[in-house]
T-cell receptor, first 115, second 115 residues
């Protein structure tokens, strides 16, 4: 079974609007961490935001927030006030406590911000 | 500046040749990883290492080999046994601190093309 599933291969959003990128995960570990990365066309991987499985509040980092619904095993990334520079691939990733040194990545979502 | 350096940025290989991709980090991280990314795809784990002189196979290790003789260095050799080596290769590292909230830090990637 896939550890991380991202069901949106591509998304369009109008500049200045908010957009939600979906991520669901599969784990039976009691403790795990969820990460989002941005990959521009240059190929570098930029860390955006982290959510721990025991965190009570949703994580936020500037314009990025993570909508964490533990019972549904979802960790959606919300980008507010989209900018043209947000156009990139976005990857959801997970790290499990019993498989600590492995990061599992989803297949990614290509976000295009329209002016 | 601390970081991960991958070289070369672009690499061309003739069929039947072995090639080695370099990855060096000065972040004092214990764990290092190699991922493969195909166009429009997510990251797949090739090999990872938690400590010097130790490494484990990831999900797609066939046709690849690694070494970890120094903490700073984790070179990846793409052997002639790898039937479809054309891809983007990303090296990453992470502290072996036990903290779930530590993200993986990535290099700039090496784009390998078989000619």
């Amino acid at each position: 079974a896939q550890k991380i599933t991202q069901t949106q291969p591509g998304m369009f959003v109008q500049e200045k609007e908010a957009v939600t990128l979906d991520c669901t995960y599969d784990t039976s570990d009691p403790s795990y961490g969820l990460f989002w990365y941005k990959q521009p066309s240059s190929g570098e991987m930029i860390f955006l935001i982290y959510q721990g499985s025991y965190d009570q509040q949703n994580a936020t980092e500037g314009r990025y927030s993570l909508n964490f619904q533990k019972a549904r095993k979802s960790a959606n990334l919300v980008i507010s006030a989209s900018q043209l520079g947000d156009s990139a691939m976005y990857f959801c990733a997970m790290r499990e406590i019993y498989n600590f040194n492995k990061f599992y990545f989803g297949s990614g979502t290509k976000l295009n911000v329209k002016p | 500046d601390g970081g991960i350096t991958q070289s070369p940025k672009y690499l061309f290989r003739k069929e039947g040749q072995n090639v080695t991709l370099s990855c060096e980090q000065n972040l004092n991280h214990d764990a290092m990883y190699w991922y493969r990314q195909d166009p429009g795809q997510g990251l797949r784990l090739i090999y990872y290492s938690q400590i010097v002189n130790d490494f484990q196979k990831g999900d797609i290790a066939e046709g690849y080999s690694v070494s970890r003789e120094k903490k700073e260095s984790f070179p990846l050799t793409v052997t002639s046994a790898q039937k479809n080596p054309t891809a983007f290769y990303l090296c990453a590292s992470s502290p072996e601190s036990g903290a779930m909230n530590t993200e993986a830090f990535f290099g700039q990637g090496t784009r390998l093309t078989v000619v």
